[in-house]
T-cell receptor
């Protein structure tokens, strides 16, 4: 595997379900990101982890719970979601969080549908 | 105010022609970076080109070039010799000063369709 991978690619869940999204980066990067992409809205940054420590939480509802066990893996745990949470969830990674040019590499995303 | 504005919701271009996708930005920082990403229908965001605020030359990457006009706060993407595979959504993004870390703010995007 190369780059940034995400599983599952598609997920349909009911509002009472609990599910998790997984992201893995094979680039040796230290920073990882979760973005939400809703229809007709710009990409929204949700969370950032740098060296496994959360550095950004962009006022995300608590029904989204991130976890970063190491610099290569990032999870997004989902519970009691709402239909408006249906979106494409993108994971990204970069070499660092600070210090100049840090291109973000994105995964293919998980298309989430909440019924 | 919007940090990144992409005024063209959709654009058409004839294959082999050049096309310019507009992007204007708003920041009071002196140090910032501007990025362009391509998102095909598969969903993955693909990095295209980067321009730093202190870079004197316009950035170029193959068929992609960035027309950076600092005084106008614009960073338009120029795609030369369009190909059918260029059909996708294109996003302009900005990273502001160091105190914001590597946080990117994205525009709403422009859908580009290349006609054969």
């Amino acid at each position: 595997e190369t780059g940034v991978t995400q599983t599952p690619r598609h997920l349909v869940m009911g509002m009472t379900n609990k599910k998790s999204l997984k992201c893995e980066q094979h680039l040796g990067h230290n920073a990882m990101y979760w973005y939400k992409q809703s229809a007709k809205k710009p990409l929204e940054l949700m969370f950032v982890y740098n060296f496994k420590e959360q550095t950004e939480n962009n006022s995300v509802p608590s029904r989204f719970s991130p976890e970063c066990p190491n610099s290569s893996h990032l999870f997004l745990h989902l519970h009691t979601l709402q239909p408006e949470d249906s979106a494409l969830y993108l994971c990204a990674s970069s070499q660092g969080w600070t210090g100049g040019y840090n291109e973000q590499f994105f995964g293919p995303g998980t298309r989430l549908t909440v019924l | 105010a919007q940090k990144i504005t992409q005024t063209q919701p959709g654009m058409f271009v004839q294959e082999k022609e050049a096309v310019t996708l507009d992007c204007t930005y708003d920041t009071s920082d002196q140090s910032y970076g501007l990025f362009w990403y391509k998102q095909p229908s598969s969903g993955e965001m693909i990095f295209l080109i980067y321009q730093g605020s202190y870079d004197e030359q316009n950035a170029t990457e193959g068929r992609y070039s960035l027309n950076f006009q600092k005084a106008r706060k614009s960073a338009n993407l120029v795609i030369s010799a369009s190909q059918l595979g260029d059909s996708a959504m294109y996003f302009c993004a900005m990273r502001e000063g160091q105190e914001y870390g590597n946080k990117l703010v994205f525009g709403a995007g422009t859908i580009l369709r290349v006609k054969s």
